[in-house]
């Protein structure tokens, strides 16, 4: 019962920022924990960083930590996803997810997946 879809996505150039925008649609969003995830050509898709329903418990995948920050804004049903000082590998597909637990500590959890966004870091 959740519909999401990114954007912000692009072409930027190494060292550079990025912002991911992800807009759910549904009464549940508030309760929902959200995560983002991604898929480089050739590779499974990674987990990146989440947050909880509630905004109190975040996570990140240890090559994003110190560069990625994910925040929500329940009044606008939006996740979003800073990406600073990216790197090449961080070239992917990006996705936004929902897990309908609340939590969203567990990749088997996420029940709801936008279209993805591409960004694409230029060395």
């Known amino acids: 019962q959740a519909q999401l879809v990114e954007s912000g996505g692009g072409l930027v150039q190494a060292g550079g920022s990025l912002r991911l925008s992800c807009a759910a649609s549904?009464?549940?969003?508030?309760?929902?924990?959200m995560g983002w995830f991604r898929q480089a050509p050739g590779k499974e898709r990674e987990f990146v960083a989440a947050i909880s329903w509630s905004g109190g418990r975040l996570y990140y995948t240890d090559s994003v930590k110190g560069r990625f920050t994910i925040s929500r804004d329940n009044a606008k049903k939006t996740v979003y996803l800073q990406m600073n000082s990216v790197k090449p590998e961080d070239t992917a597909v990006y996705y936004c997810?929902?897990?309908?637990?609340?939590?969203?500590?567990?990749?088997?959890?996420?029940?709801?997946w936008g279209q993805g966004t591409q960004v694409t870091v230029s060395s």
């Open positions: 549904g009464r549940t969003f508030i309760s929902y924990a």
């Open positions: 997810a929902a897990d309908p637990s609340g939590w969203g500590g567990n990749a088997q959890g996420y029940r709801y």
